[in-house]
């Protein structure tokens, strides 16, 4: 079945740093993938999206490639601030095949201090 | 605007009181789902609807119990909760089939079971 694997957290950086979260996967044909971001006391919410290889998903300063070749989906930000503290779940969606049920990482936690 | 309810946001409970959370969406979404969130362990599925009528396990259904007799509302039943049920739980719903299908959570309940 599908998967998807994250490294794992929690991910402690500075502000200013650069922000890498790795995310690779696992699945039938070409699923759309997905980042969501989970501030502390809400659900999850959608950060950025790429539905074809070599698609960049991008949001708020983060920014992501669709990576056939490697089956990966890494996140980025150039410099990082302290309300990016959150959690980073990367997620699948297949896009055919008849089931189209999501598939989400176990989640990444970061925190940016001051 | 477009979103994914979930009431109640906070609950406290005893062992052994049946209880119901509910969940409703306003975008005509077909898929629905319910997840667990829990320290270390990620987001793990309990149950999903592919549509009114239409439920199955997903990888922690023990103890839980849904339905789906409306496309816009799919409650999350404990019949007899215990205290390993103590969790984050999260609503979510996405257009199946939809190329690039992005799922919409709610804001979570926080359950407490003694």
């Known amino acids: 079945g599908d998967s998807v694997t994250q490294m794992e957290g929690p991910v402690t950086l500075s502000e200013e740093a650069f922000l890498t979260i790795n995310c690779t996967y696992t699945a039938t044909g070409y699923p759309s993938l997905f980042w969501y971001v989970q501030y502390p006391g809400e659900g999850l919410q959608l950060l950025l999206k790429a539905t074809k290889a070599d698609d960049k998903g991008s949001n708020k300063g983060f920014e992501a490639t669709y990576r056939k070749e490697t089956t990966s989906f890494h996140l980025e930000k150039g410099s990082v601030q302290v309300s990016d503290s959150a959690v980073y779940f990367c997620?699948?969606?297949?896009?055919?095949?008849?089931?189209?049920?999501?598939?989400f990482g176990r989640g990444t936690s970061l925190i940016v201090h001051p | 605007e477009a979103q994914v309810t979930q009431n109640p946001r906070y609950l406290i409970t005893v062992t052994g009181k049946k209880l119901t959370v509910t969940c409703s969406q306003n975008m005509n979404h077909e898929y629905m789902s319910w997840y667990r969130q829990d320290p270390g362990l990620g987001l793990r599925q309990i149950y999903y609807s592919m549509n009114v009528e239409v439920t199955d396990k997903g990888d922690v259904p023990e103890g839980y119990k849904v339905s789906r007799k409306e496309k816009r509302n799919f409650p999350l039943i404990l019949e007899s909760p215990s205290p390993n049920q103590t969790s984050l739980y999260f609503c979510a719903s996405s257009l199946a089939g939809t190329s690039g299908g992005v799922t919409y959570f709610g804001p979570g309940t926080r359950l407490t079971v003694t």
């Open positions: 997620a699948l969606s297949p896009r055919s095949g008849g089931s189209y049920i999501p598939t």
